[in-house]
């Protein structure tokens, strides 16, 4: 079984920073792509900034220049590092990944965490 554990979300003043963090563990044989999306109320889940395993980087054209997406390979961890912050950037953030397990080597599937909150007060 595969768990993505997130943390770090919070309330922050518009301006301030936060740093998520998301784990996956359980038999993962590999992982491709990590990434972040984020739901706000009310709205559909967009990307927010995605990383693939040879480290190449997509972020939404909305945080480019503030937000950071970063991976510890060896920890299966990929973090989002995100800088002043706007009541805008106020949603459940989720992590997700595209691995496969030693259970099934060859079959990639699509994991996701249970969302971490961020508000952003102005």
């Known amino acids: 079984q595969v768990q993505l554990v997130e943390s770090g979300g919070g309330l922050v003043q518009a301006g301030g920073s936060l740093r998520l963090s998301c784990a996956a563990s359980g038999s993962i044989f590999r992982i491709d792509v990590m990434g972040w999306y984020r739901q706000a109320p009310g709205k559909q889940r967009d990307l927010v900034a995605s990383?693939?395993?040879?480290?190449?980087?997509t972020y939404a054209d909305s945080v480019k220049g503030r937000f950071t997406i970063s991976r510890d390979y060896a920890k299966n961890t990929v973090y989002l590092r995100m800088n002043s912050l706007q009541p805008e950037d106020t949603a459940v953030y989720y992590c997700?990944?595209?691995?496969?397990?030693?259970?099934?080597?060859?079959?990639?599937?699509?994991?996701w965490g249970q969302g971490t909150q961020v508000t952003v007060s102005s």
């Open positions: 990383i693939t395993k040879l480290g190449g980087n």
């Open positions: 997700n990944a595209r691995l496969t397990t030693d259970q099934a080597m060859n079959v990639w599937v699509t994991h």
